[in-house]
T-cell receptor, first 114, second 108 residues
Framework: GAVVSQHPSWVICKSGTSVKIECRSL??????MFWYRQFPKQSLMLMAT?????????EQGVEKDKFLINHASLTLSTLTVTSAHPEDSSFYIC??????????FGSGTRLTIV | EDQVTQSPEALRLQEGESSSLNCSYT??????LFWYRQDPGKGPEFLFT???AGEEKEKERLKATLTKKESFLHITAPKPEDSATYLC?????????FGTGTRLQVFP
């Protein structure tokens, strides 16, 4: 089946620094990838939709200058949290569309800003 | 506004005690209803997609059903390894709209 690899699985950063999270489709090409944020005991909130070779589409209320998304190839999308602050600490999950009606999720990244 | 609501929020079952999880949705132009399982600290794992009212799908101890307003995930004779959060999501216009999930605990 389709596999999406997300890296790192956890990261701790100092406040004010930037951190990059990678999402790779391992055995299929993904023209569309998605980035979610999840708070403890809450559901997944879609942050943005990433299309290969074009600008990402951000959901209302998501700061595109803080959460930079790049989808430069058919197998890789990256999310960079810039000038991170403690309130950016969360669980970030990517997913990729592996078929017309199929979505495969990465294993998530636990981001902690100290 | 498109919305997906799951109940109960949490459920504790004894091993072997069957039950059902509910997912109510108001999603315009719904093209599919997804069920996922999520273990703590992990991404969601795909279980089922249902496309039309009346459709049913089964996998081991799980069975998902769909009506025009809601979906049910039936768990028959659950085991402790079925403990997880179960998420449902409505799909339209290339977006998944997630419910808040049901945290299931199955104890021996």
């Amino acid at each position: 089946g389709a596999v999406v690899s997300q890296h790192p699985s956890w990261v701790i950063c100092k406040s004010g620094t930037s951190v990059k999270i990678e999402c790779r489709s391992l055995d299929f090409q993904a023209t569309t990838m998605f980035w979610y944020r999840q708070f403890p005991k809450q559901s997944l909130m879609l942050m943005a939709t990433s299309n290969e070779g074009s600008k990402a589409t951000y959901e209302q209320g998501v700061e595109k200058d803080k959460f930079l998304i790049n989808h430069a190839s058919l197998t890789l999308s990256t999310l960079t949290v810039t000038s991170a602050h403690p309130e950016d600490s969360s669980f970030y999950i990517c997913s990729a569309k592996d078929s017309p009606y199929g979505y495969t999720f990465g294993s998530g990244t636990r981001l902690t800003i100290v | 506004e498109d919305q997906v609501t799951q109940s109960p929020e949490a459920l504790r079952l004894q091993e072997g005690e069957s039950s059902s999880l509910n997912c109510s949705y108001t999603v315009s132009g719904l093209r599919g209803l997804f069920w996922y399982r999520q273990d703590p600290g992990k991404g969601p794992e795909f279980l089922f997609t249902l496309y039309s009212a009346g459709e049913e799908k089964e996998k081991e101890r799980l069975k998902a059903t769909l009506t025009k307003k809601e979906s049910f995930l039936h768990i028959t004779a659950p085991k402790p390894e079925d403990s997880a959060t179960y998420l449902c999501a409505g799909y339209n216009t290339d977006k998944l709209i997630f419910g808040t999930g049901t945290r299931l605990q199955v104890f021996p």
